[in-house]
């Protein structure tokens, strides 16, 4: 193994002594890596986080919404929501809402806020759980109560309300009293949006004081292990049936687990082609880099041959460089990638996780590219007659 | 009576020039004795660059014999050329042909380093080379920070590091001014004289042939003892 040592040496010599060259034929082979890591990266905090949210909120979960393809004036009426989970045995809990974007002002500054009416369940469901007071109760009907998302609390508390709970919040020139304040929840999936930032009002209230009184939406905690098809064919009977020929559309949290997988899908093939597309420009480069310098020391093959220089002795000499000006652009690669999927997960809010698997896959992609690209200079100065290099 | 070092017999090479077939070599006989210092000169376009190559294990005649040290060469693949070029023969060019981002030291190792022999004996051996040259305050040089002179003497220090069977040198001192290229003839003629090694000179100067042992003349592709 003296032999590879020293040729390791002198590779690193030779790369050093064209380093501006070897620096240029590297940008492709960093880009590629780069993108390659970002893309896992990236692949598995988003992952990481689809599962976090689906944990945190359970996998039974189902949403009921009116279909888009519902013109008439079909609204979801409560005694009909009510009665379904008497009468579809593997719908274990209903949470009918409404939801209506609205933008609250305390002094100067404003948060973009959801107004939203629930029922209890609507806590249970979603998972929600208060750090000051209670939730809303089924015997707060019609009452001016209401919950705070965390980062609302937050917000009155930066702009100078002291004292939250029992506190109140004018909406629509109707003050509500604050009877509890929530824990900070993680985004996405089946909840609803904004739920840090919602103001939660009994929903007899809210379809009292809305100017737009309709329940958009139904969540509903399903039996497990049932059979999601089959089950969102009796829910679809059902309001037919009931709601004169409503149509809903139901969504599963499997279902959407499997779109978050279908974009993921898109989003790792485009990041996967552009790193394809700079690995092979990358590997081009370094085959050139390779190249220029098999003809510049051509000399050097042809004394080294003399000097009893095997032809693989050669060969191998010419692809360790090639390997380790890759593996540099590799290793420059994946610290590009990694920095890349941190400001990725820093900006996203979300949970950064180093992958380690990525690391490994961009060193082994390096030194594929660095054999595959390093392969025919290496045996083109192999096979150089050791008269003509010798001569030139 | 000891087996020459080197014996030839009825050499011969062609080359393809377009369509017509240039003969380069008709036939060389040459017999090389152990310990022997023998110029082979010749103007150019003799031969004498292709015979030098065939003598060196760089190229295949077409038909004849090749044996060096008592065993006959076989052109059988590039492993066995190789070895035999490692083993056999200490190459000496006109140029030098130092390798430039090499020190002296290392320089002089690259043929041991192709036998696979560990770097401390390496760097043992090579510096005991380069003292018999001479040259040992230069170990840490690079060849472009030594004179013409100093860098041939480090490539006969390399032509020597592993003992081959023989010398081989091309035009040694033809880069060199004329006290130089004393010098260096000065330096081969004691390591002849001293160690006893086998060497063959290829010349086109007629003065330096005279001062070896013996000459031989290559003329149009044949050969005529002086």
């Not at chain 2, 981002?101 to 002089?108: C, D, P, Q, R, Y």
């Amino acid at each position: 193994m003296n032999l590879f040592q020293i040729n390791f040496r002198e590779a690193f010599r030779s790369l050093w002594g064209s380093r501006q060259r070897s620096l240029l034929a590297l940008i492709g082979i960093v880009i590629g890596i780069g993108s390659v890591i970002g893309m896992v990266s990236i692949g598995t905090i988003v992952q990481q986080e689809a599962i976090r949210q689906f944990k945190d909120m359970g996998v039974d979960i189902i949403t009921i919404r009116k279909s888009f393809s519902e013109n008439r004036k079909a609204e979801f009426s409560l005694d009909i929501i009510m009665k379904i989970t008497g009468e579809k045995r593997n719908i274990l809990a209903v949470a009918p809402y409404l939801t209506s974007g609205t933008e609250y002002n305390q002094g100067r500054q404003k948060i973009s806020m959801e107004k939203m009416g629930v029922t209890a369940s609507f806590f249970d469901l979603n998972k929600l759980h208060v750090n000051q007071g209670r939730v809303v109760s089924d015997l707060d009907q019609h009452r001016y109560f209401c919950v705070v998302g965390a980062e609302l609390a937050d917000f009155l508390q930066k702009t100078g309300t002291t004292k939250i709970l029992g506190g109140q919040i004018t909406a629509d020139g109707r003050a509500y009293t604050i009877i509890g304040v929530l824990n900070s929840v993680a985004e996405g999936g089946l909840r609803p949006y904004g739920m840090n930032r919602a103001m939660m009002i009994p929903l007899s209230t809210a379809l009292r004081t809305f100017q737009n009184p309709e329940i958009n939406t139904i969540m509903a905690r399903i039996a497990p292990h049932i059979p999601i098809v089959q089950l969102k064919g009796d829910i679809e009977d059902f309001f037919k049936k009931r709601a004169r020929g409503m149509q809903v559309e139901v969504t599963s949290a499997e279902e959407l687990i499997e779109r978050m997988k279908k974009q993921m899908q898109m989003f790792s093939l485009l990041l996967g082609s552009i790193g394809s597309i700079a690995l092979i420009v990358g590997g081009i480069g370094v085959m050139n880099v390779m190249l220029i310098s098999v003809s510049e020391r051509r000399s050097e093959i042809g004394l080294r041959r003399a000097l009893g220089a095997q032809q693989s002795d050669i060969q191998s000499q010419f692809l360790i460089e090639s390997i380790i000006l890759c593996l540099m652009g590799g290793l420059i690669g994946i610290l590009l990638g990694i920095g890349v999927s941190y400001l990725f997960a820093f900006f996203s809010k979300w949970q950064f996780i180093m992958s380690y698997s990525s690391i490994a896959l961009g060193f082994g992609v390096s030194t594929v590219v660095g054999v595959f690209c390093g392969f025919y200079p290496a045996r083109t100065a192999a096979r150089l007659d050791p008269i003509k290099a010798l001569r030139s | 009576m000891n087996p020459p070092m080197l014996d030839i017999v009825d050499i011969r090479k062609s080359y393809r020039v377009g369509p017509t077939e240039v003969k380069v070599l008709k036939g060389i006989n040459l017999t090389v004795a152990k310990g022997e210092l023998l110029a082979i000169i010749g103007p150019s376009g003799s031969g004498k660059s292709t015979l030098m190559h065939m003598l060196g294990l760089l190229e295949k005649p077409d038909t004849g014999t090749y044996q060096i040290d008592g065993a006959r060469v076989a052109y059988d693949d590039d492993r066995t050329l190789s070895t035999l070029r490692n083993r056999k023969i200490g190459f000496v060019f006109q140029q030098y042909h130092l390798l430039p981002k090499l020190t002296a030291l290392e320089n002089v190792g690259v043929p041991l380093i192709y036998r696979g022999i560990k770097e401390a004996e390496v760097r043992k051996r090579s510096l005991e080379y380069l003292t018999k040259v001479d040259m040992q305050g230069r170990a840490n040089h690079r060849p472009n920070e030594m004179s013409g002179g100093q860098q041939q003497r480090v490539a006969i220090a390399r032509a020597l590091v592993g003992t081959p069977s023989m010398i081989l040198a091309d035009e040694p001192t033809g880069a060199l001014d004329t006290k130089t290229g004393e010098e260096i003839m000065d330096l081969f003629h004691r390591l002849s004289r001293d160690e006893g090694i086998t060497m063959v000179i290829i010349t086109h100067n007629p003065g330096l042939a005279e001062q070896c042992g013996r000459y031989v003349k290559i003329i149009d592709g044949m050969i005529y003892s002086a």
